[in-house]
């Protein structure tokens, strides 16, 4: 279940220096034969963009939207670093060009760590070759381990379709918020995908997974998700169910974060209904989501249906009191915008739980939307209060 399931695709990961841990902290994915394959990106919206996906965009505009290879690195965002970034990644991707013997606009890089701190740059270079050198179809594993941070777990992901594979591996506990999160992820398949409908895919696939959820409501500088055809399975025979599968993909590497969440104990589905539009709805799901308030009482296990309200009630979407009905776990505990009898043991109990579901309704529309959050607890903190 690693990034090289699909055909046509090697990997690796080690430490090569730049965590003073020993942990690995430098990973590759490559095509097996150094070639260049249909590739897509989507990136962070934060206007603090980090130098790796500038110098990636770049790359993809270049070739077109084509990759021979993916190099990243955990310990280091390389982000605020100004040129001496942009050199650096640049460095990164004439490193592992010249060792795969591609062009190095065929190269994307990705980074991930703490930001304006400066790269250990001669260090990545000097790892470069015993990486390339490592590259193997069973170098999945180490590729994943080697791209995390604050995370607990390497997350990797397959799913197969008729007569294709998607593979993936991403990173990512924190600073998850609109859009996408302090994440990488990459993403393979063996279909034979032109690089446009591959963009248009990945689009699609990131707005229903990565874009819905949210640990902490913060967003990162190097949020980056890639995705690489190699073709070698031909065409897919059926459009629809490929699309399907990298959503499919994004979707369960999206949750697995959630789960990760730094510090966190509840996995939270907040589903808001009956809004006067889809995207009041989903407006106003991610204005509970980031609520530290909410938060907290999820924490806590204490079904407080009054923090979702106030919420809402304050997120700018249509919205009347007396129409808005919550639900913990399909038990109703408000209607019309007030408290009302029912089930307290199963409300408890679902409150207990590891995965929490939450549904408020509006009362005024069609509109629908979801997002996949978590509980703030005090490690959250602990984790965050200071970078050294």
Same mark, same amino acid.
């Given at each position: 279940m690693t990034v090289t399931a699909p055909a046509g695709f090697v990997a690796a990961g080690l430490h090569c220096g730049i965590k003073a841990s020993g942990a690995p902290d430098l990973s590759l994915v490559a095509t097996a034969d150094g070639a260049p394959v249909a590739a897509a990106g989507v990136f962070?919206?934060?206007? @603090? $963009?980090?130098? =790796?996906?500038?110098?990636?965009?770049?790359h993809l505009a270049h070739t077109k939207g084509r990759a021979a290879a993916v190099i990243l690195n955990s310990g280091n965002a390389n982000a605020a670093n100004g040129a001496q970034g942009l050199d650096d990644a640049q460095a990164m991707c004439r490193g592992v060009a010249d060792a795969l013997g591609c062009d190095p606009h065929e190269v994307l890089v990705c980074s991930t760590g703490l930001i304006g701190i400066p790269?250990?740059?001669? /260090?990545?270079?000097?790892?470069?070759?015993?990486?390339?050198?490592?590259?193997?179809? &069973?170098?999945?594993?180490?590729?994943?381990?080697?791209?995390?941070? /604050?995370?607990?777990?390497?997350?990797?992901?397959?799913? $197969?379709? =008729?007569?294709?594979?998607?593979?993936?591996?991403?990173?990512?506990?924190?600073?998850? *918020?609109?859009? @996408?999160? $302090? @994440?990488?992820?990459?993403?393979?398949?063996?279909?034979?995908?032109?690089?446009?409908?591959? &963009? *248009? #895919?990945?689009?699609?696939?990131? +707005?229903? +997974?990565?874009?819905? #959820?949210? $640990?902490?409501?913060?967003? +990162?500088?190097?949020? &980056?998700?890639?995705?690489?055809? +190699?073709?070698?399975?031909?065409? =897919?025979?059926?459009?629809?169910?490929?699309?399907?599968a990298v959503t499919e993909a994004c979707t369960k590497l999206a949750l697995m974060m959630v789960a990760d969440a730094e510090g966190a104990t509840k996995s939270v589905r907040i589903d808001v209904v009956g809004a006067a539009s889809d995207d009041e709805a989903a407006r106003g799901a991610r204005k509970v989501a980031d609520s530290n308030l909410c938060k907290c009482s999820w924490y806590g296990e204490d079904p407080y249906w009054g923090r979702i309200a106030s919420e809402l009630g304050s997120a700018g979407i249509g919205f009347e009191q007396e129409r808005i009905s919550v639900s913990y776990g399909g038990v109703t505990v408000a209607a019309g915008g007030v408290?009302? *009898?029912?089930?307290?043991?199963?409300?408890?109990?679902? @409150?207990?739980?590891?995965?929490?579901?939450?549904?408020?309704?509006?009362?005024?529309?069609?509109?629908? *939307?979801? #997002?996949?959050?978590?509980?703030?607890?005090?490690?959250?903190?602990?984790?965050?209060?200071?970078?050294?």
């Open positions: 962070t919206s934060n206007k @603090m $963009t980090a130098a =790796p996906v500038i110098t990636t965009r770049r790269m250990p740059i001669a /260090t990545i270079v000097d790892g470069i070759p015993g990486l390339v050198a490592a590259r193997s179809a &069973t170098g999945g594993d180490a590729a994943a381990e080697a791209i995390r941070t /604050t995370d607990t777990f390497a997350k990797q992901v397959l799913v $197969t379709g =008729p007569g294709f594979t998607v593979g993936g591996m991403a990173k990512g506990a924190a600073m998850l *918020a609109p859009n @996408m999160a $302090t @994440m990488l992820a990459v993403l393979t398949t063996d279909a034979a995908v032109d690089p446009d409908d591959l &963009t *248009a #895919i990945l689009q699609r696939a990131v +707005s229903a +997974s990565f874009n819905v #959820i949210s $640990t902490d409501g913060c967003t +990162s500088t190097n949020d &980056t998700v890639l995705l690489l055809a +190699s073709g070698v399975a031909g065409p =897919p025979a059926d459009p629809h169910a490929f699309a399907a408290a009302v *009898a029912h089930d307290d043991e199963a409300v408890r109990a679902h @409150m207990a739980q590891r995965d929490l579901h939450i549904v408020a309704d509006l009362g005024l529309g069609p509109g629908t *939307a979801t #997002i996949f959050t978590n509980d703030l607890t005090h490690a959250y903190v602990d984790e965050n209060r200071g970078t050294s």
